[in-house]
């Protein structure tokens, strides 16, 4: 993807009413990012599903401008930028009808090994989850599976730092951009996950903090895998919601 093309497709990321599911449609219809851009408004509304609101501030210049200012942080701070057609984005991400357009990622990630599994729970895992979980982690050794989770409290670090305690590699999702950790405590778990896999994320450096956000970042974790492990969690909470995701992805669910 050429400079000019990754603007584009950030100016359409940006688009607060177009999320990744129009933005698709948007590109089947138009051929490319490019082209949506030089479409008439006129035409965009013919396409099946998209209406006024959706576009009714497509092609206003301020998205090309937070674009370049974006664009600029990109490439200060050593980020990859992977668009959903091409090779280098996730297989079994392009599959999932809302995975994102564009995907930011930091570190080391090889997904060549198509073993990939997620593990996700509750965020006050007890002494006896962390023991299973590690235990699991290390079970699976032997298959040099990569584990997702989502660098948050209790069962996604203890995942994280039990891929690495077993040289395996991991992949933290992010609620976030990529100029920021949180939570602020696991800033001095960053390198080794970076040397041992890395982050994805589709927020923005600019993106607002917001609780939503995990819910939307849960798809990524679940549309990565190809099964996805629920230790401890309450009866509501965020890893049901990945794992109600990944079900609807056709994925393998199982729980603690």
Known sequence: MTEQQLLDVLALQNVSNVGDITAKKLIQHCGSVSAIFKEKRSNLLKIDGIGELMIKDLFDKRHREAAEQELVFIRNNGIQCLYFKEALYPERLKHCIDGPILLFQRGNINLSNQRVISIV??????????????????????????????????????????????????????????????????????????RHGGFFTDFWSTADFDRNNFLKRNRIIAGLSEAIIVIESAEKGGSLVTADIANSYNREVFAV
């Open 121 to 194: 729970g509750t965020r006050k895992i007890t002494t006896h989850g962390i023991a299973i979980c590690e235990q699991f982690v290390e079970t699976l050794k032997p298959y040099n599976p990569i584990i997702v989770s989502g660098f948050a409290y209790g069962t996604d670090i203890t995942a994280q730092k039990a891929a690495i305690k077993n040289n395996l590699q991991t992949i933290g999702c992010l609620a976030h951009g990529l100029n920021q950790v949180y939570p602020k405590t696991h800033a001095k778990y960053v390198k080794d996950v970076e």
